[in-house]
């Protein structure tokens, strides 16, 4: 399987570079306005008409390089396109931070340890941090198109680094591990041995909880600094919100090791069905980053020779996973307890989806395919 990561890699530009960035990030943002302007005229987005419209005036006007126009015209066209497939109307598209694309190989390159990176001037040598991304430079990883930002002061290079990995079949699999996803359990993990293993969210629902006090304090003064703070918050609370998914993905992947069949619930809609619940709890339930953590789950895994797969979650924490009974009733919500009304086998209803998804899994180590959820 072909598996693609972000590496961000900080660059320290002297300040002559930085004279050079800033001119042709301001450039390249300009080109993106001028060409979304004109897109948003004519309703096109093929490349080959835009080419032929805005090329030219892009290289006069702006005085961008020739790959960087085209670089241009790209951003402009996915920009749209991703607009109007998440059901937006047509309207136009503002590009209000600095950053520039750059193509590998034509717009930057690695020269002598540093990051050669083209500007309106030519290209610069910059050096940049190597400590943590030393495994992107072993010579297996490809480098994509690149994505130079300019936030806080520094400079990052986000770079999409793809590898083929050896992706791990159902026979090679050594053990089955069912992950149910919550609030009160961020996971709720059942191994083939028969172990649950907990990971506590109380700690991070009252850190979202601060976090949300704070929000609704400074939404309540309708001031500009109170809406700078608000954007800063928001920012931090991400930040945070991604660190504490790093954690619980690594510490599954390193507590469970190669060879394992992760099994995930696939929460695409997730949001739909959440939205139904009370108003003063839909931020909790609504907003927590689950497929972050899912995507983070999978390529860990795939990195450490594991396995994932996504299955149906529904009636998942509803059926007794000793006789198969499927029932409302079962579940407690309210006091997270499962207790089957047919054989009467009681537990935590996490630790109940946990084995339910583990049995997935081991008719899936069985039969190679992803067998369909119960159904009431």
Same mark, same amino acid.
């Given at each position: 399987?072909?598996? /693609?990561?972000?590496?961000?890699?900080?660059?320290?530009?002297?300040? $002559?570079?930085?004279?050079?960035?800033?001119? /042709? %990030?301001?450039?390249? =943002?300009?080109?993106?306005?001028?060409?979304?302007? %004109?897109?948003?005229?004519?309703?096109?987005?093929?490349?080959?008409?835009?080419? /032929?419209?805005?090329?030219?005036?892009?290289?006069?006007?702006?005085?961008?390089?020739?790959?960087?126009?085209?670089?241009?015209?790209?951003?402009?066209?996915?920009?749209?396109?991703?607009?109007?497939?998440?059901?937006?109307?047509?309207?136009?598209?503002?590009?209000?931070?600095?950053?520039?694309?750059? %193509?590998?190989?034509? $717009?930057?390159?690695?020269?002598?340890?540093?990051?050669?990176?083209? /500007?309106?001037?030519?290209?610069?040598?910059?050096? +940049?941090?190597?400590?943590?991304?030393?495994? +992107?430079? $072993?010579?297996?990883?490809?480098?994509?198109?690149?994505?130079?930002?300019?936030?806080?002061?520094?400079?990052?290079?986000?770079?999409?680094?793809?590898?083929?990995?050896?992706?791990?079949?159902?026979?090679?699999?050594?053990?089955?591990?069912?992950?149910?996803?919550?609030?009160?359990?961020?996971?709720?993990?059942?191994?083939?041995?028969?172990?649950?293993? +907990?990971?506590?969210?109380?700690?991070?629902?009252?850190?979202?909880?601060?976090?949300?006090?704070?929000?609704?304090?400074?939404?309540?003064?309708?001031?500009?600094?109170?809406?700078?703070?608000?954007?800063?918050?928001?920012?931090?609370?991400?930040?945070?919100?991604?660190?504490?998914?790093?954690?619980?993905?690594?510490?599954?992947?390193?507590?469970?090791?190669?060879?394992?069949?992760?099994?995930?619930?696939?929460?695409?809609?997730?949001?739909?069905?959440?939205? =139904?619940?009370?108003?003063?709890?839909?931020?909790?339930? %609504?907003?927590?980053?689950?497929?972050?953590?899912?995507?983070?789950?999978?390529?860990?895994?795939?990195?450490?020779?594991?396995?994932?797969?996504?299955?149906?979650?529904?009636?998942?924490?509803?059926?007794?996973?000793?006789?198969?009974?499927?029932?409302?009733?079962?579940?407690?919500?309210?006091?997270? =307890?499962?207790?089957?009304?047919?054989?009467?086998?009681?537990?935590?209803?996490?630790?109940?989806?946990?084995?339910?998804?583990?049995?997935?899994?081991?008719?899936?180590?069985?039969?190679?395919?992803?067998?369909?959820?119960? =159904?009431?």
């Amino acid at each position: 399987m072909v598996l /693609t990561l972000t590496a961000k890699m900080q660059l320290y530009p002297n300040p $002559d570079q930085v004279t050079l960035l800033q001119q /042709t %990030v301001e450039a390249y =943002r300009q080109g993106c306005n001028w060409v979304s302007g %004109v897109v948003n005229t004519t309703h096109c987005l093929r490349q080959a008409d835009l080419h /032929t419209e805005t090329y030219r005036p892009l290289r006069a006007q702006f005085g961008l390089r020739s790959q960087m126009a085209q670089s241009v015209i790209k951003t402009v066209i996915a920009r749209y396109k991703s607009v109007l497939a998440n059901g937006h109307p047509w309207t136009r598209v503002q590009f209000t931070k600095p950053a520039l694309d750059l %193509v590998w190989n034509r $717009d930057y390159s690695l020269k002598a340890g540093r990051f050669s990176v083209n /500007t309106l001037e030519g290209r610069v040598q910059v050096p +940049f941090a190597r400590q943590g991304m030393e495994r +992107f430079f $072993d010579g297996t990883w490809q480098f994509g198109t690149a994505h130079l930002v300019h936030r806080h002061g520094r400079w990052f290079l986000h770079v999409p680094m793809t590898k083929d990995v050896a992706e791990t079949g159902p026979a090679e699999i050594r053990q089955v591990v069912g992950l149910d996803f919550g609030l009160n359990f961020l996971v709720t993990a059942y191994d083939s041995q028969g172990q649950t293993t +907990f990971f506590p969210g109380r700690a991070v629902k009252a850190q979202r909880a601060h976090f949300q006090i704070l929000r609704q304090n400074l939404q309540r003064r309708q001031t500009p600094c109170a809406r700078r703070r608000l954007k800063r918050l928001g920012q931090r609370e991400n930040r945070w919100m991604t660190d504490v998914n790093h954690q619980v993905s690594k510490a599954l992947v390193v507590r469970y090791g190669a060879k394992t069949l992760f099994v995930l619930e696939d929460l695409t809609g997730i949001r739909g069905a959440t939205e =139904r619940v009370r108003r003063r709890d839909r931020y909790t339930s %609504v907003s927590w980053a689950f497929y972050q953590l899912r995507h983070m789950i999978e390529y860990k895994a795939a990195l450490g020779q594991a396995r994932t797969i996504a299955v149906d979650p529904r009636y998942t924490s509803q059926t007794c996973p000793k006789c198969g009974h499927v029932a409302r009733g079962n579940r407690d919500k309210r006091r997270h =307890r499962f207790q089957c009304q047919q054989c009467h086998y009681r537990s935590n209803d996490d630790r109940i989806g946990a084995m339910n998804l583990h049995r997935q899994g081991i008719e899936y180590r069985v039969t190679g395919a992803i067998a369909a959820g119960p =159904r009431s």
